[in-house]
């Protein structure tokens, strides 16, 4: 399986340890800061991030790294499926136009400031409801709803992405991925959320 997984910080980083067997292009313009340490354990201050990530995982051979931001224009040949877990408007645009030229599912992963989520995107439901950027402003994150309880949500001081929100993010990406493997009758699973409390949607649920 061919998968170009665009940002390599703390949700993207976690996804490598269950993917990196696959043949991969791993995609990130940003370089590592000493507040990465905290929450991503191959971080490399002052590395790119998809070059380390590149060294750290590149055990047979199968990862390509794009130490560059993705403007959208870009081609990769065949891919079967594009992850995005960056947390920009231009990151997440690029990542749907990807998905369109390429002709292939998108999934995209978020741990915006804390609650980890990720959703499906077929380019053959663009404009529709089940299109994520339709429903959900996907490419307008300060305009996101959260979708969490307000008793639920965190005193201001506690908000901020935490290692734990990193691997959850990954881990709905991976929920999303393994149905796209599994379903036959194209019911896939498109929605995957942790607040305000653990959940997912499929298609016919949306």
Request: glycine share 8%; charged share 20%; hydrophobic share 35%.
């Amino acid at each position: 399986m061919k998968i170009l997984i665009i940002g390599m910080g703390g949700t993207g980083s976690c996804l490598m340890n269950a993917l990196y067997t696959n043949e991969l292009i791993i995609a990130d313009g940003d370089t590592y800061e000493d507040a990465n340490l905290t929450r991503q354990p191959h971080a490399v201050s002052g590395g790119n991030k998809a070059d380390v990530m590149k060294e750290v995982f590149n055990k047979f051979n199968t990862i390509t790294s794009h130490p560059a931001m993705l403007d959208g224009y870009e081609e990769f040949g065949e891919l079967d499926v594009i992850i995005s877990a960056v947390d920009s408007n231009e990151g997440r645009k690029a990542a749907k136009m990807l998905s369109n030229s390429h002709g292939c599912p998108l999934i995209i992963a978020q741990n915006q400031e804390w609650n980890p989520s990720a959703w499906l995107y077929l380019p053959s439901l663009e404009g529709s409801k089940y299109d994520p950027y339709m429903t959900y402003q996907l490419d307008n994150i300060e305009g996101q709803s959260e979708h969490v309880c307000e008793g639920l949500r965190p005193q201001k001081s506690e908000r901020g992405q935490s290692g734990l929100a990193n691997l959850a993010a990954a881990g709905h990406a991976v929920t999303i991925l393994h149905s796209l493997l599994q379903e036959k009758w194209q019911n896939y699973v498109a929605e995957s959320n942790s607040m305000p409390w653990p959940r997912y949607r499929k298609m016919k649920d949306l």
